[in-house]
């Protein structure tokens, strides 16, 4: 595969991908340039350079997309059923209601959004 | 002067042995110390070649000789004359002489006289104009030779120097012999007639296979191989997933991640022509990819 970045006329990141095929020429008024080291770097100058804030926003969607998608897809349908949750040991109805603290607790911990500790669901 | 002398008479008496030999004796004593004390000069008649000096044969003439009557020349200036070689820096100056042959004759001449001779003879000012001609396709402006400026060498209308890459292209072209009778594509019209018609190696899924990649999200993707792309991507749970995908940056559809019934996140799938763009506009990373290229 064959990849080239360039800056377009219009100052847009481009990726170009020729495949098996030979490059372009590049499109006028666009120049080439080094590979954006990361989806939060911004062009400034000649160099990349890294928007930290606009990475931990991104990086704090994404856990709480992933709790989010955790609370609904393996809590609730426990939780909400109540012959499900009737079935359950009080020991087991204890250790879903603790999970689903944890999980919503995800963004009070120490090391969000950077270092999760995801907790455990129960068997 | 011519010394003779007269010898005794053989048989004569001794008296006049004694009175012939004695006169004989004193007019040489006289001849000799004469010549001795400068009364007369001695006018040997030398004959070239029949008198040495340390026994090699001196065969100069008189009149040879005589050259040089008068001559103050010295010996370090007739080695110059000689091809002597070395060379002794001066200021030159308009007393300074050259020895000069004038028509046959040689003369010491001054330094004013040659500046003046050249000065008239080159001199600045006499040139008026000059032109300049160039090969078709040049052409010149300006004849400052007489005066300071620029003279102008620039291409006609039409004409252009082609770049050493363009001719190493031409070349290259040329080498291929007659292009009108080698069956190359020259007319526009049939590039024309072939728009929108894929040929069999740009058809989609020849020659291609799918393959895992590891391209980023938030960033503009354009596909710019002769074969259009499929892709299938599915992004971590999350919020906000969808992909542009068009034919520029600013013309593009949405396409959204989100399944319309149940509103989970499902993979997507989607096309990428020749040329087209795409972008993955999510915060969230790529749990996989697939390209079909």
Redesign the interface.
Known sequence: ?AF?HII?A?G??????????P??PLPEGASEVEA?P??FHNRVGDTWVEDTARKT???S??V???R??KLR?EVDPIVTNPLRWADLTTAKQNEWAQYRTDLLNVPQQAGFPNTINWPTKPE | MVLTVTKPTVGGSEDSWGTTINTALDDIVLEINSNADGTNAITPNLTEGSWQISTTPITVSAAELNILDGATVTTAELNILDGDTSATSTNVADADRVVFNDAGTMKQVAMSDIKTYINASVGSGSVTSVAMSVPTGLTVSGSPITTSGTLAVSLQSGYSIPTTSSQSNWNTAYGWGDHSSQGYVTSSSLSSSLSGYATTSQTFGV?QSW?T?S?????????????A?AWKVRH?????HTVRVGSS??NYVTLDMRDGDSGE?VPIEFIVPPNH?FYLNS???LVSQYKL?
């Open positions: 595969m080239r377009d219009s847009e990141y481009i990726v170009q991908d020729s495949g098996n095929d490059m372009p954006r990361s989806p926003e991104a990086l969607l994404e709480r997309g992933m989010d998608f897809d | 020659s393959q990649t391209i980023s999200v938030v960033t503009w993707y354009q596909n710019t191989s002769s074969k792309q971590n749970p999350g919020s906000n940056t600013s996140f763009f915060g969230n990373s290229a």
